[in-house]
């Protein structure tokens, strides 16, 4: 299962990146995450358990000034 993660506010500088890899070496889930202009991206891929898991994690745990969104949606396949 493979998913792309937007999530919108005001991320950097609160440890929201090292809070992400955290729960990726938790849930052992790859992928990848940066920082936007309007938040952070995140790229998954993992067991569906794991995923669900992982996405419960991220929406119930996060830091003090978390995202004020997380949105979910289906990858794009982007070919180059």
């Not at 955290?22 to 952070?40: C, D, F, M, Q, R």
């Not at 067991?47 to 004020?68: G, I």
Request: no cysteine; charged share 20%; aromatic share 8%.
């Amino acid at each position: 299962t493979s998913l792309q993660i937007s999530i919108k506010g005001i991320v950097q500088g609160v440890g929201f990146r090292p809070f992400v890899y955290s729960l990726a070496k938790k849930y052992k889930i790859n992928g990848k995450v940066w920082n936007t202009s309007s938040g952070v991206e995140i790229q998954v891929s993992g067991q569906p358990d794991d995923m669900a898991d992982f996405l419960d994690d991220l929406r119930h745990n996060a830091r003090a000034n978390r995202p004020a969104a997380l949105a979910n949606r289906e990858p794009q396949l982007l070919l180059h």
